[in-house]
């Protein structure tokens, strides 16, 4: 019987160090003992490899063999002290989590990509299943007051929970599975709801059918999205501090480099950058480990972690490439060792310790053709944000081509690559536009002004921006920003149009016009989306861009076809699940997702009449002709939808031609676009605070080690 407090014990239980080199004699063996060092998802993920196919029921038993004995012996006798029972804890847990870990690896998408056949995966997951039940019997004979089991099943449910504060997708996964546990049979049955979950839930069935891939916009709960099939991961300076803010440890983990750092203490605001980026390396680790097992089994082409670069040096090509070095350098670093455990015993590792990361290079800048095409050229991804446009989304996809072509041209493995699209910050900056344009053509209407203003931010809930020392024009901008604004169609915003008579003189005219507009604007990221796709990927233009990479850059066919497999478009900053579902395709594209984001397109999936069907590569639909036709009268938007003379040349030289139109954005005015303008500045404010507060840390650490 424990003594100890049992959850408390799991909760608290801390990973041993590494040891190297590592001495193991077989996969049983090594399985077992990285499990029991604290590694249990290392250990499980150290079978995602195809030499395992065909023997994954052996190394499977063996693993059980040495466990039951592990077990056995951790049973909690009279004469243990407090230290002895807590390590006999820990054992139990590490076993339990090792099992848990290879079943949920089999449920998910993980056993496909592998290559484990259905009958393979299907007997190994019911003799894990057998197994965890044994183990709870033989709890219960011991103590049933206490249970390993349970606690080790609410510490995979509470980490489930931290995603988005309990209100991303992956947090009710938990609510959904927890739902289904029963008293007794905490792990067997936690592993049977989880296949219930997962395999019910619409990413799963996406990816299973083929009809996508899919990335997240979050640093944590990766583990779960990867079961549901999803190959990469994004970071930028808001989502690291939020990873921070979720999962306080990461800050325990800071302490401890800071310590080691001494050369901060003396001067931490001197050394502020390089501290921002010790930080948000240490949130990316966990990232390119879960992502590692689908990095290597596709050779690069997924499983990427994209990287955001300091965005205060985003315009300057030098600053840019050395900060993405040496992030690269100190992740071969981590990588190197991470690996010797992951791939031991395999025999093909001639890609161990490249890391399966790829550099956010910030589009808003003349300097991102340059950077892209640089790091393209050596072997290292990038992903081109900040970018809403057409014609900035046609030229970096050019660049990226020019650089991994490069790549292979010196018989490098090229990287895959992505464009991001960032549709939904579009449409929130054209939203913006509107709605200062409806509200000063509706202060035209009215006697009083500041009373017609002063309602509007009343009801919106902005009544602070009212109490600045700023011109109206300022203060309309303010209320109308996305922050308080989220449609157009809000009740305060269409009372107070409604109340001007701007559209109409009856309320349910001015409601219809402004449903309308708001439906128009929600489709300018999708169209800018469908339309760069396909520009470089329908099946008229793809094999174009091959015969060009062939003449171009002398490449072989099946190179130029490497080269573009390895480009995505990403669309991202969704707003509904229309986003998504409209932006499907079968290659060339994976879609970047929000947790909260996710449980909206989870439930719209649900209802009666949804096909998934129906969404087969959507992204090749063409734009509905009227809503275009009001949508190009807007300025931003025929901006971000046409190309520029110059780009519609150089796809003319490639045997691409189309109604492109000639006002698009031109390079030399990236940096003043107002998408770019508020993203830039939210990101550069993001970075500062999060550097400013880990310079904090470690002036505090700094005088508790003096």
Not at 304 to 313: I, K, T
Request: with cysteine.
């Amino acid at each position: 019987m424990y003594s100890v407090d049992i959850s408390l014990t799991v909760l608290r239980s801390r990973p041993e160090e590494r040891k190297y080199p590592v001495s193991s004699l077989n996969h049983c063996e090594h399985i077992v003992d990285t499990a029991l060092m604290g590694y249990p998802q290392l250990a499980a993920d150290h079978l995602l490899d195809r030499e395992m196919c065909g023997k994954l029921a052996d190394v499977l038993g063996g693993v059980i063999r040495r466990l039951d004995l592990e077990f056995a012996k951790s049973k909690p006798l009279p004469e243990d002290d407090e230290e002895s029972e807590i390590k006999k804890v820990w054992r139990r847990q590490r076993a339990y989590c090792l099992l848990m870990e290879i079943a949920l690896n089999l449920i998910g998408m993980e056993s496909q990509r592998v290559g484990f056949s259905k009958k393979e995966a299907s007997a190994s997951l019911k003799r894990i299943v057998y197994t965890l039940e044994k183990w709870e019997s033989l709890e219960k004979q011991e103590d049933a007051s206490v249970s390993v089991a349970k606690a080790v099943v609410y510490k995979f449910l509470l980490d489930m929970k931290k995603v988005m504060h309990g209100e991303g997708m992956v947090a009710k996964m938990g609510d959904e599975i927890e739902k289904e546990l029963v008293e007794g049979r905490w792990a067997a049955n936690f592993v049977t709801a989880s296949k219930k979950t997962i395999q019910n839930n619409v990413y799963y069935q996406t990816v299973t059918k083929g009809m996508c891939k899919f990335g997240n916009d979050y640093a944590l709960g990766l583990r779960w999205v990867r079961h549901l099939g999803y190959v990469q991961v994004s970071t930028n300076p808001v989502l690291a501090a939020i990873a921070y803010d979720d999962d306080s440890e990461l800050w325990e983990e800071f302490r401890e480099v800071a310590k080691e750092r001494k050369e901060w203490a003396s001067d931490p605001e001197r050394f502020g950058d390089e501290i921002a980026m010790q930080a948000t390396m240490i949130a990316l680790w966990p990232n390119l480990v879960v992502f590692r097992p689908i990095a290597l089994l596709s050779k690069f082409h997924d499983g990427m972690v994209s990287y955001q670069l300091n965005p205060n040096v985003a315009a300057s090509f030098e600053d840019s490439i050395e900060d993405a070095l040496k992030i690269y350098s100190e992740a071969e670093k981590f990588l190197r060792g991470y690996d010797a455990y992951l791939a031991w015993g395999y025999s093909d590792v001639d890609e161990i310790e490249r890391p399966n990361v790829v550099f956010k290079v910030a589009g808003g800048y003349p300097a991102a053709i340059e950077i892209t095409a640089a790091l393209n050229s050596i072997g290292i991804g990038t992903n081109n944000t900040v970018t809403y446009t057409v014609a900035q989304e046609t030229a970096l996809i050019m660049a990226a081509m020019k650089g991994m072509a490069e790549a292979v041209r010196k018989g490098i493995l090229p990287t895959q690559i992505y464009e991001t699209n960032m549709g939904g910050r579009l449409e929130s900056h054209l939203r913006d536009l509107e709605a200062e344009k409806l509200l000063l053509e509706a202060f035209e209407k009215v006697e009083d002004e500041e009373e017609l203003l002063s309602k509007l931010a009343e009801g919106l809930g902005a009544q602070e921006e009212l109490a600045k020392n700023i011109p109206l024009e300022g203060k309309v901008k303010a209320i109308c920003g996305y922050r308080y604004l989220k449609k157009l169609t809000h009740p305060a915003f269409a009372e107070v149009i409604s109340s001007a008579k701007l559209r109409g003189k009856k309320r349910e005219e001015n409601l219809a016009f402004l449903t309308r507009h708001e439906n128009d604007i929600g489709s300018a990221g999708t169209f800018v989306a469908q339309k760069v796709y396909w520009i470089f990927f329908s099946p008229e233009n793809r094999p174009k861009w091959i015969r060009y990479l062939k003449g171009n850059s002398g490449l072989s066919q099946l190179e130029a076809q490497e080269v573009m497999d390895k480009i995505d478009v990403l669309p991202a900053s969704k707003r509904k699940p229309a986003d998504t579902f409209l932006t499907l395709a079968e290659r060339n594209l994976t879609n970047t997702e929000f947790p909260n984001h996710q449980w909206m397109v989870s439930e719209a999936s649900k209802q009666e009449d949804f096909k998934l069907g129906d969404y087969a590569n959507a992204i090749m639909r063409k734009p509905n002709s009227n809503i275009l036709q009001r949508l190009v009268l807007i300025e931003d938007f025929r901006k971000a939808y046409e190309l520029t003379p110059e780009l519609t040349k150089e796809l003319e030289n490639v045997g691409i031609k189309g109604e492109f139109g000639n006002g698009g954005l031109r390079v030399e005015q990236w940096s003043s676009f107002g998408s770019v303008v508020k993203t830039m500045s939210e990101f550069e404010n993001a970075y500062e605070t999060f550097k400013e507060r880990a310079i904090g840390i470690t002036s505090r650490t700094a005088e508790d080690e003096a």
